[in-house]
């Protein structure tokens, strides 16, 4: 096989041309190009990929780059120095000794469960300063797809892909297709960064991305906070996009600005210029353009099996009898109807639940905290409910804030950072099944627990049913109309 | 890895759309080592093809006796979506699986799928419906060709699509780390020029912590 050298393309680049310009170190005649990688993080889970690496009798090419975080298997409960030793599950621990000899036997920087820093990778990662805007960042989980929130390029790998990053620093990677999703306008009161991802899902389907990576713009995106673009970001892979990501710009610069990896003084104002140029060229070229309106967009729930089962809440379940044109969406509808335990054409807001979740990666930031603590400020939730924050650091600023007592004042448990109740990995799941109202990212059947059944939303809206004890509309319940 | 140049075995139809990794292989087992002789295939589909109390569901197609030894899936739309948990993908290798066909896969899946020398086979909806139909009675065997992309099932033919990139890959049966080790210099040279041009991109081994 004979190769060709790079060579940047021609014309006006796209945000993604230019990240992926600046990472390829060689293309294939077949089309196949050799990335460079700057941030590999890793959990428990990639001892499949230290397995590969030691049989191999490999070692890792940079360790300096490479970052092990317990997040999917750290219990929630009953951490912390107050509270003395804790007696964890033989199974966990093994999990937790398993990263740990990894991480020591190879050299990688480690954060277990007991350190400062712990957290969920996707939100240690920026919240640390170790991601920054135009780099490419892999972990062998889906939702890496969060770190393009600062205008990185990330996505999520398998375990033959961390191997293979472990031992080279590099992956093979095609050239995707690119997608433009613009949101123009301004959000409504009420309606969150949430709410606009479920809505995009809805709208380009669970596969619709498939192929592509998905460029955010718009006012309505730049409007959001960096944790807002964060949890649209992390929710580009329940719409098939490997990566989500959004130019970096001035709010981007003033969060990475003073964090502890973030380069400092004049370093970091030439980086900052040179982030600043990766921003689409206006008259970049995408294979597909997508546009909505922030205005039209509404808190949005999860009724069914996949995400884009996703509606108003104002909205009733769908009736399969009405999906004559679809057979495989009828038949789809149906299962999920069962499998969730609903009614054809039953409003959403008649859901009750039996238990509320808030954290995860895509809502575990001390933004997602502040927004269910002001609805639960003063009210009591009907239902019993965990809340785990996305980091310890997050934790601490969250105490500081006194958020942790509106949440056990209303009645719902305050934990340790991790995964916890998103994978259902660590013990924290639910019973057959129960109904849980979740800021998480996925409803899939047995995702938090086998047999349970999970209804996505925002932290204001999860907030807001456990106050009612049903799915609804938090607008209403805030005006008293609850 | 096995080259993958033909493939002869009974297809399971699966008539699902949007069959997601966490149903492929539930969260719970990932901590399970792989050693065991059969591998993860006791896992594969574990909780969609039992009964909440835990008996085998006969009506699942994976557990009917015709589609015993079942080497092909055949599915609807995004298949492997999700969680890129490989160990999805190990547990159908595990099981005997060698490819998964459908209108579209989950991108890591499908990337999974090709590192463990498993063919994803894209074919359009209109001939996932004709070849569902085909495979309803069970024990129908069909015959893949990678070479010319070309699924056969007694006289009907189909067409699928792959990556050209992944389809040399699986016929030659190359692991990507041995095609990657004739980079080596092109990689330290790339890397010591990179790091003038974006000297921003190491990791501080001395963080601040305020």
């Given at each position: 096989?004979t190769?060709?050298?790079?060579h ?34 890793l ?6 990929a ?20 317990a997040d ?10 107050a ?11 093994r999990?937790?000794d398993q ?14 469960m007991?350190?400062?820093w ?14 920054l805007?135009?780099?490419l ?13 600062l205008?990185a ?5 398998g375990?033959?892909?961390v191997?293979?990053v472990?031992?080279?620093?590099t992956?093979w ?13 301004r ?13 995009i899902?809805?709208?380009v389907?669970a596969?619709?991305a ?8 718009g ?11 964060m ?9 098939g ?31 900052a ?11 970049a ?16 729930v ?15 379940v769908p009736?399969?009898?009405?999906l ?5 969406k009828?038949?789809h ?5 069962d499998y ?19 954290g995860s ?11 269910a ?14 809340v785990?924050?996305g980091?310890?650091?997050?934790k601490i ?5 006194g ?21 259902a990995m ?6 057959a ?9 996925r409803?899939?059947k ?11 939303m ?12 049903r ?5 209403q ?6 | ?11 399971c139809?699966l008539?699902?759309?949007?069959i ?15 050693t065991?002789p059969?591998g ?14 835990g008996?085998l569901?006969?009506q699942?197609p ?27 993908v190990?547990?159908?290798?595990d099981?005997?699986?060698r ?12 990337a999974?799928a090709v590192?463990?020398g498993l ?8 001939h ?23 699924i056969?099932v007694?006289t ?5 699509e792959?990556?050209?990139?992944w ?31 974006r000297?921003w ?10």
């Open positions: 096989m190769f060709k050298s790079v940047g393309l021609q014309g006006p680049q796209s945000l993604f041309d230019n990240l992926w310009n600046s990472h390829v170190i060689a293309e294939r005649e077949d089309g196949a190009c050799l990335v460079w990688v700057d941030r590999h993080y959990q428990e889970g990639s001892f499949h230290f397995n590969k690496i030691r049989t191999r009798g490999e070692r890792v090419a940079r360790p300096d780059l490479t970052v092990a975080i999917h298997y750290v219990p929630t409960r009953g951490r912390g120095a509270q003395g030793p804790l007696a964890l599950n033989a199974e966990l621990a999990m937790m990263l740990t000899t990894n991480a020591r036997e190879f050299g990688v920087r480690l954060y277990d007991n350190h400062p712990q957290g969920i990778c996707h939100v240690v990662g920026p919240e640390l300063g170790m991601t805007p135009g780099t960042v892999v972990e062998g989980d889906s939702h890496t797809s969060t770190h393009g929130a205008g390029w990330a996505f999520g790998i375990a033959s892909e191997a293979h472990l031992m080279t620093q992956l990677q095609k050239r995707p297709k690119r997608m433009r999703i613009s949101v123009e306008g959000l409504a009161d009420g309606v969150t960064a949430k709410d606009m991802a479920l809505t899902v809805a709208l389907g596969d619709g498939v192929g592509h990576i998905i460029e955010y713009a006012s309505a995106v730049r409007s959001l906070s960096i944790e807002g673009r949890t649209l970001c992390n929710m580009s892979i329940e719409c996009a490997r990566c989500g990501m959004i130019a970096p710009d001035e709010s981007t610069l003033k969060y990475v600005q003073g964090r502890p990896f973030a380069p400092k003084g004049v370093e970091f104002d030439r980086a210029e040179q982030w600043l140029a990766l921003a689409s060229h206006r008259d070229p995408f294979d597909r353009e997508i546009s909505l309106q922030a205005s039209d967009i509404v808190p949005t999860t009724w069914g099996t996949t995400p884009e089962d996703a509606l108003p809440v104002t909205a009733t009736d399969p009898t009405r004559t044109d679809l057979l495989s009828a038949e509808v149906r299962d999920a109807i969730m335990g609903l009614s054809a054409g039953m409003r959403i807001t008649d859901i009750s639940i039996d238990r509320v979740f808030i990666c895509t809502n575990g930031r001390i933004e997602d905290l502040r927004a603590a002001a609805v639960l400020s003063g009210r009591k939730s009907k239902v019993p409910g965990l785990s924050p980091s310890t650091l997050v600023q969250a105490e500081q804030e958020l942790d007592r509106v949440f056990t004042a209303a009645g719902l448990e305050w934990g340790g950072s991790g995964c916890s109740m998103c994978v660590n013990g924290d799941q639910l019973e099944g129960q109904r849980c109202a979740s800021t998480t990212n409803n899939f047995g995702r938090q627990g086998k047999g349970s059944r999970t209804h996505l925002s932290p204001a809206m999860v907030a807001a049913a456990a106050v009612a004890g799915l609804v509309d938090v607008r319940l805030m005006l008293g109309n609850v | 890895m096995d080259p993958f140049v033909r493939l002869r075995s009974v297809a139809a008539p699902q759309i949007n997601d990794t966490d149903q492929v292989f539930p969260a719970r087992f990932m901590k399970e080592p792989r065991a059969d993860y295939s006791p896992y594969l589909f574990h909780d969609v093809r039992r009964s909440p109390q008996a569901d006969p699942f994976l557990n009917k006796s015709s589609n015993q030894g079942a080497g092909i899936i055949v599915a609807r739309r995004n298949f492997g979506s999700g969680s890129s948990r490989e160990a999805a190990y547990a159908l290798v099981a005997g699986v490819c998964v066909i459908a209108p579209s896969h989950g991108d890591i899946f499908a999974n590192n463990n063919l994803p086979a894209c074919i359009d909806e209109s996932t419906e004709a070849l569902l139909a085909l495979l309803e009675r069970g024990g129908v065997e069909v015959e893949i060709d990678l070479d010319s992309c070309r056969c007694g009907q033919e189909f067409n699928f792959i990556d050209p990139v389809r040399i890959r699986l016929l030659n049966g190359w692991d990507d780390i041995d095609m990657t080790r004739r980079f080596t210099d092109d990689i330290n040279a790339w890397s010591m020029h990179d790091a003038k041009l000297p991109a190491q990791l501080s081994a001395n963080p601040t912590s305020g």
